[in-house]
Structure formats: structure tokens, C-alpha cells
């Protein structure tokens, strides 16, 4: 039984405001992990990962994304990138989803550490992905889907928000 996990699920928000504390390394290796354990179509596993420790690059990554700010305390980041190449038929149709799920975990794992994180977008804004693709380096047949801001969060008492909603629902039809 894993019932720990569900209330790591239940209560995850997305972190925007940070301390500027650092990030463990064993930290950020087991949210890498955590990454590396999502499901793939066909195991084809369509990603690499980008964890960017580094003050300047940090500060690089905040000035180009309008909607990633909270970049300026964080203590790390993490890149999910992902190979649609990699594979003819299922990596090119389904990176987004294998990196989605990537991304997914390592937001939980975020959490489940006692940090905070939130997805910001790089794909499909094209001069995001430019951005991120020349401030670290990224060769053109890889996409950043994503830069993720991790750091201690600043409000260490927010609440979860409960987002159930049975009108979601259909038991059996729609
Ligand atoms: C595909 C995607 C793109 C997102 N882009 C941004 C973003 O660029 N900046 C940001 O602050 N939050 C971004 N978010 C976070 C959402 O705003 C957030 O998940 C949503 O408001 C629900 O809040 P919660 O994560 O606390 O449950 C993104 C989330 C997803 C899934």
C-alpha cells in the first residue's frame, strides 16, 4: 500500500515564490529519478533532462521567460526536454505526453521533498523554445517542453486547494 503517495498527490500546488535557499544535489538526483520512472509509450522513454544549478544561467533563463519569474529565487531548475526523433512512430507522435508524465512526477517529487515547483511552458511558444534552446545549449532536433523552477518555498504554509470536482464525473456513460 502506498497511500502516502495520494496525499502527496492531494496536496501539490504550483510554488511560484521562493526563498533563494539551495537545492540539495541527492535532492534534485531522486526528482530526476522520479522523472525517469514515468510510464512512455512503448518504454520508448523520448527525453533528456536539464537540471541548471548555476546562479547566472538561472538569471538568464528568468530575463528571457515572461512567465517564469519566480526563476529569480529558486535554487534550481529542471528542463524537460524531450527526442521526437527517437523513435519513427511513437516517440514522434507521443514525446509530449512521456514528457508531460516526466514532468508530472518530477513535480510530485518536488513536492514530496519539501520543496516547491511549477511547470512553466517553453514548447509551444516558439521564442521560448529559441530562448531556452540558445541559453543552454540545446540542439534544434531536441524541444524543451518545459522549465521547472524548484526551490524552498517561501510560504511554508500554504494550503492545498482541493480542485475535486464531481460534476467531472460519469460513472459508467457520459
Ligand atoms: C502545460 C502547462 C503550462 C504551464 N505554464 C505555466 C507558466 O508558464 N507559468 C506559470 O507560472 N505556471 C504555468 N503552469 C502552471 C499552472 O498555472 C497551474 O498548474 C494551474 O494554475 C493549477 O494550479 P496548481 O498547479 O497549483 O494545481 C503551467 C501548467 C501546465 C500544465
Avoid at 512503448?42 to 538568464?60: E, M, S, Y
Wanted: aromatic share 8%; net charge neutral; hydrophobic share 45%.
Amino acid at each position: 500500500m502506498h497511500r502516502d503517495l495520494l496525499n502527496v498527490i492531494y496536496t501539490r500546488r504550483s510554488v511560484r515564490e521562493f526563498t533563494g535557499e539551495k537545492v540539495k544535489r541527492d535532492d534534485l538526483d531522486a526528482m530526476l529519478r522520479a522523472g525517469m520512472s514515468a510510464p512512455s509509450a512503448v518504454n520508448v522513454q523520448p527525453w533528456a533532462f536539464i537540471a541548471v544549478t548555476d546562479r547566472d544561467t538561472l538569471d538568464k533563463l528568468c530575463e528571457a521567460l515572461p512567465y517564469a519569474k519566480m526563476l529569480d529565487k529558486a535554487g534550481a531548475a529542471i528542463i524537460v526536454c524531450g527526442i521526437p526523433e527517437k523513435d519513427e512512430t511513437y516517440a514522434k507522435h507521443y514525446w509530449i505526453m512521456d514528457c508531460s508524465l516526466a514532468s508530472g512526477n518530477i513535480l510530485l517529487a518536488a513536492h514530496a521533498l519539501g520543496y516547491g515547483a511549477v511547470w512553466t511552458a517553453a514548447y509551444a511558444d516558439n521564442e521560448r523554445v529559441k530562448s531556452v534552446r540558445r541559453i543552454l545549449s540545446i540542439p534544434q532536433n531536441i524541444i524543451p517542453l518545459n522549465v521547472i523552477p524548484v526551490g524552498v518555498p517561501a510560504d511554508r504554509d500554504a494550503k492545498p486547494v482541493d480542485k475535486f470536482r464531481q460534476e467531472n464525473i460519469h460513472w459508467e456513460k457520459w
